[in-house]
């Protein structure tokens, strides 16, 4: 099996990961919705800025030349903005009544900005806006208006060591499809120097074998963290952490699932799509390949991590925002982000051109209808941050009592 032909260097999304994107709720001074401008195009050019938090250089380039050329064709200016601390300048813009045009809005942290009023609501008078995966249009729905166009996507996969594959004398027909499959694939990978399969402590990850047996920590609308599926998953991943096939990043000094990978500690890790920078740049010599993650008792399932393009309800060019928009998430100009930094493109109409120029990492985007995305509710990301705090004892832990604190903490942020 040959190893991925690299990405260029990734979005964290990480720009997908809770903790990192974009705030809702702080910095502004009025729960009250500004009054919607009107979306017609004013005569003549305008000036936009677009800020971004930036995975770095490749992204923040890849971004620049995509709205100069916009801006060379439409005549307008635009000013793109790679923000130090996404969340904290754009709380000081929106409370300086002078935000962003266009801006990055995390999936988990939408509700906060529609409920403060600072977010237009303009995705579904997009052209596309039938294009983009159902999950994405979920992710980004507040109180059932699609509020901002998903910009792209990332999945997690289970990320396989080639040269310890082969040595285990495992195949093809060997990749792993249940969770029966998995642990048995990863008692066969240890050894005295190498875990089987090693991931992170936290929901990001864990999360998927909540939803691979039927779990959701959200559903319409109630906290049901606390549930028979839930509990299912955590106690087969402490089943494997028992047994020695699967430890966690901390048990083997790792500070994420890459580095146990790359640094060869684990022979498998569940990772998105992300991890192809990280193993370009830091362990070229790692062949590996990537598989979907195995099915759980409720069927296949992998969580998804994603960011808007969120429009600001108070911008003065709000119709050649939108255009700016359209234009970003077309799939010509999703391919071109995808072969500049890695990112999936957040339409289905261009999984079959993903799939053909990147095969290697087909099982990332074939996933993206069957992934979970966090939930969107104010307040959920500060639940799940103490969800992972508790996630770290897991190994010796009380599954039922993690679930049972989340569920209390997470039904009192619902309201």
Request: glycine share 10%.
């Amino acid at each position: 099996m040959r190893s991925p032909r690299p990405l260029a260097l990734l979005a964290c999304l990480a720009t997908l990961s809770l903790t990192a994107a974009c705030g809702g709720g702080s910095g502004f001074e009025s729960d009250e919705a500004p009054e919607q401008q009107e979306t017609t195009a004013a005569a003549g050019p305008v000036s936009l800025q677009v800020m971004i938090g930036s995975s770095g250089p490749a992204e923040t380039d890849a971004v620049t030349a995509a709205v100069d050329a916009w801006a060379s064709e439409t005549g307008n200016e635009v000013e793109v903005i790679a923000a130090t601390d996404l969340n904290q300048q754009l709380s000081q813009g929106f409370a300086a009544g002078s935000p962003p045009d266009v801006f990055y809005v995390s999936s988990d942290l939408v509700a906060g900005y529609a409920n403060n009023g600072s977010l237009l609501p303009y995705a579904s008078e997009l052209e596309n806006a039938g294009d983009f995966y159902p999950n994405l249009v979920e992710a980004f729905t507040v109180d059932d208006e699609f509020m901002c166009a998903p910009k792209d996507f990332s999945t997690l996969g289970l990320v396989i060591n080639n040269a310890s594959w082969e040595a285990a004398g495992l195949t093809e027909d060997d990749l792993p499809t249940t969770w029966e499959e998995l642990r048995d694939v990863a008692t066969t990978l240890t050894t005295g120097d190498q875990v089987g399969l090693v991931t992170s402590a936290e929901y990001q990850r864990l999360g998927a074998f909540m939803a691979q047996a039927g779990g959701a920590l959200v559903t319409d609308g109630a906290a049901t963290v606390d549930s028979e599926a839930n509990l299912k998953a955590l106690q087969y991943v402490q089943s494997m952490l028992a047994d020695g096939s699967m430890q966690l990043t901390g048990q083997v000094g790792a500070g994420w699932g890459g580095e146990a990978f790359g640094t060869g500690k684990a022979a498998m890790t569940i990772e998105g799509n992300w991890i192809a920078g990280a193993m370009t740049a830091d362990y070229p010599d790692v062949d590996y390949q990537v598989a979907p993650l195995p099915a759980g008792p409720d069927g296949e399932a992998s969580l998804s991590f994603t960011n808007c393009w969120g429009i600001a309800a108070e911008s003065p060019s709000q119709a050649a925002a939108t255009e700016l928009v359209a234009f970003l998430t077309t799939p010509e100009q999703q391919m071109e982000f995808a072969r500049a930094f890695g990112v999936m493109p957040s339409v289905e109409t261009a999984q079959e051109d993903f799939i053909s120029e990147f095969p290697d990492f087909a099982a990332f985007v074939e996933q993206g209808g069957v992934a979970v995305t966090v939930p969107n509710a104010e307040g959920v990301s500060t639940v799940v941050a103490d969800l992972n705090s508790q996630l770290q004892g897991l190994p010796d832990g009380d599954a039922a009592a993690i679930l049972s604190s989340t569920q209390a903490n997470l039904e009192a942020a619902l309201g």
